[in-house]
């Protein structure tokens, strides 16, 4: 570990748009904001999110990509890297090269976590190349610690009913990533949205009212945030809790100002003191059946 830092680094792999708050943009931001220095790999560039309006895509070739993050696992500073988060790829072949370094820095120390944000696609389906969403699941999600899929993409993944929330913990179980943060779970209360965790442990639902405000970015923030909190050593009742709601209050602010990004630079004391109310209950977790 560095002696410039208490808090070890985070290395964090995903997009990087120009104008707008997601990707790398609401990662970087987030864990620099709460002491975690950040080493960022971007695996396109974007002017911003193809959501506003037509966007040139820059992806790095995959040699140079390759190479790139090759480098990150020969880093002398390697011993300072507490984690990996990865989210959206420019090309199904960045997987590769991403695995490779998970191994390398697992290798050096199994105490590292991987959180895997599988970034493909929303309720109106995939939004990425089917080659890169297949490359995501087989290649990277065996690797993670952490996952984050919203419900869509739980079910792309798992191939797998997701109607409730039992069926959503069924799936998540499928997947085989000891622990799971789904978001856009079902919410128990009217007018409301969940975000459902499972570990070995247990089953922790955590909602709050539905925003309708910019949801582009996050996923990377709930990923950045979830990932601060596990490194800080905190229960898994209290990372999800206080993850939500900053992300929660986070919307809430950029939809009372009309804003159609999340606005991180004016919100960043949600990020560290959240003021927002969440809903928490533990759900019954449904009894696996062992194989005859």
Not at 12 to 23: K, L
Request: charged content about 20%; aromatic content about 4%.
């Amino acid at each position: 570990m560095s002696s410039a830092s208490s808090k070890p680094a985070v290395i964090v792999i995903s997009s990087h748009v120009a104008r707008g708050t997601v990707g790398n943009r609401a990662a970087v931001f987030a864990l620099e904001s709460l002491g975690f220095p950040v080493w960022a790999v971007p695996t396109i560039i974007l002017p911003w999110h193809p959501g506003h309006g037509r966007a040139t895509r820059i992806v790095p070739d995959n040699k140079s990509f390759a190479s790139l993050v090759g480098d990150l696992g020969k880093a002398r500073w390697l011993p300072e890297v507490g984690a990996i988060i990865t989210g959206y790829l420019g090309d199904a072949a960045q997987a590769d090269a991403i695995a490779s370094l998970v191994k390398i820095v697992k290798t050096s120390n199994p105490r590292i976590l991987y959180l895997c944000d599988p970034v493909i696609g929303d309720a109106n389906g995939l939004y990425v190349p089917e080659a890169t969403a297949i490359a995501i699941r087989d290649k990277l999600l065996p690797l993670a610690d952490v996952t984050t899929p919203n419900r869509f993409e739980l079910a792309w993944l798992t191939g797998m009913s997701v109607a409730d929330n039992s069926a959503i913990i069924s799936a998540a179980q499928k997947l085989g990533v000891e622990r799971t943060l789904v978001t856009t779970a079902h919410g128990m209360l009217a007018g409301s949205i969940g975000n459902l965790f499972l570990s070995p442990k247990s089953a922790l639902l955590a909602e709050h009212r539905m925003v309708d405000g910019p949801s582009n970015g996050l996923g990377d923030l709930t990923s950045a945030l979830f990932m601060s909190h596990l490194l800080l050593n905190e229960s898994e009742e209290r990372a999800l809790k206080a993850t939500v709601a900053s992300v929660f209050e986070v919307m809430a602010r950029a939809a009372k100002r009309a804003s159609d990004e999340i606005m991180l630079a004016e919100d960043a004391n949600s990020l560290a003191h959240p003021m927002a109310m969440v809903q928490m209950r533990r759900l019954a977790m449904p009894v696996r059946k062992e194989p005859a």
